[in-house]
């Protein structure tokens, strides 16, 4: 099995930033991939972005393209999403995520594992 666990959400204003970090423990070699979801308030699940492990190839929602950075450590087994200009939209628990297949969906059911999520607040 794989454990996912999320730090770094927090409040802060919008235009701010914000670092998340999610690290994987367990049979990490099974891990091909990982990638970020947020879920707010009455609203379904969406996908982030998004990285292989190994080519470092990534893929982002249209939505935060430009603001969003998302990276790996391979030794660290980490994945890090680096927030920018940060909008009250952005206002999410975001969930981290593995996948066992080198691809990158944007589908959450085809991840195999997650973590508990941390609360991101973008206040106006």
């Known amino acids: 099995q794989v454990q996912l666990e999320e730090s770094g959400g927090g409040l802060v204003q919008a235009g701010g930033s914000l670092r998340l970090s999610c690290v994987a423990s367990g049979r990490t070699l099974t891990v091909s991939a990982m990638g970020w979801f947020r879920q707010a308030p009455g609203k379904e699940r969406e996908f982030v972005a998004s990285?292989?492990?190994?080519?470092?190839?990534?893929r982002y929602a249209d939505s935060v393209k430009g603001r969003f950075t998302i990276s790996r450590d391979y030794a660290k087994n980490t994945a890090y999403l680096q927030m920018d200009s940060l909008k009250p939209e952005d206002t999410a628990v975001y969930y981290c995520a593995g996948i066992r297949e080198s691809k990158l969906p944007t589908n959450d059911r085809a991840y195999d594992y997650w973590g508990q999520g941390t609360q991101v607040t973008v206040s106006s």
């Open positions: 990285i292989l492990k190994y080519s470092g190839a990534t």
